[in-house]
């Protein structure tokens, strides 16, 4: 029997990476897609192989038609099956901008990537894993979506970046709506302050946030094995009637509290 297949988008680091060393760990072959070169992610892929996995990396930018067309064709020409597709790819500003200066090359930079990316790819991997569904009824794909505290936690100077996500929330409660009549379940991680390279040049200000201020009850940074763990379990179908759920990761720093 063919393995079960993930495709992890931004799966060569940081969160992405610890998402794709879960579902190697469970048995699932993996798709890494990013946009550095093969040589720069080599020893992801590695590492990943190394847990059992057979591993492809496609490199390209979700934000291109043409690139998520050649990711999708090379998968189905190694794998031809796809079982879960994790939207993980994201960036943050280049700039921390005042919401009152931010420029619009930012605000389309981000949003080409952070949402308008992930939602023709999703509609993409979710016409497929119909398909596939309508093959084999026994066939259980689901579709893991990773944003951010930022789409309900305002910051004012990088606003273009939380409105991203705010969308990239509703576009995964779209397709579960969708997806629904199908089976294929729709999840939402929402991580919050997790040690990566995206957060390593505002560690100073998460650190006091993190140890000098009340706004965490958990007193840590968050790592991508956290989102991983996550992640596994909702591959794995461990989360049945869930499906549209938002699952925060973030050590309660979303919590209201008096």
């Known amino acids: 029997m063919n393995k079960k297949v993930a495709l992890v988008t931004g799966g060569g680091r940081g969160i992405g990476l610890g998402i794709c060393e879960k579902l190697a760990a469970e048995g699932f072959d993996i798709v890494v897609s990013g946009r ?3 040589s720069k992610v080599a020893d992801a892929v590695a590492k990943l192989e190394g847990l059992g996995a057979d ?16 990711m999708l064709a090379a998968i189905k020409e190694r794998f031809g099956r796809l079982d879960v597709l994790v939207n993980n790819a994201g960036v943050a500003p280049e700039v921390r901008a005042d919401i009152l200066d931010a420029t619009e090359e930012s605000y389309e930079w981000l949003m080409k990537i952070n949402l308008q990316g992930p939602y023709f790819l999703s509609q993409a991997c979710a016409n497929w894993m119909i398909e596939q569904k309508q093959a084999d009824e026994s066939f259980q794909p689901c579709m893991i979506n990773v944003g951010s ?4 936690i305002v910051s004012p100077n990088r606003g273009d970046y939380c409105v991203s996500k705010a969308g990239f929330g509703m576009m995964s409660s779209l ?13 939402e991680i929402r991580p919050g302050l997790i040690k990566t390279d995206m957060t390593a040049g505002v560690t100073e200000k998460y650190d006091n946030v993190i ?9 840590r940074w968050g790592t991508p094995e956290d989102i991983g763990k996550l992640a596994a379990a909702m591959a794995r179908g461990d989360l049945p009637y869930a499906t ?14 008096l």
């Open 244 to 257: 549209g759920q938002v699952i925060y990761v973030d050590g309660g720093l979303s919590m209201n509290r």
């Open 55 to 70: 591993v492809l990396y496609c490199s390209g930018d979700v934000a291109s038609a043409a690139d998520r067309a050649a």
């Open 149 to 152: 505290i930022s789409a309900t």
């Open 175 to 187: 397709f579960a709506a969708r997806l629904g009549e199908f089976s294929i379940p729709v999840y």
């Open 211 to 219: 140890y000098n201020s009340d706004d965490l009850i958990e007193k």
């Open 36 to 38: 550095s070169s093969a």
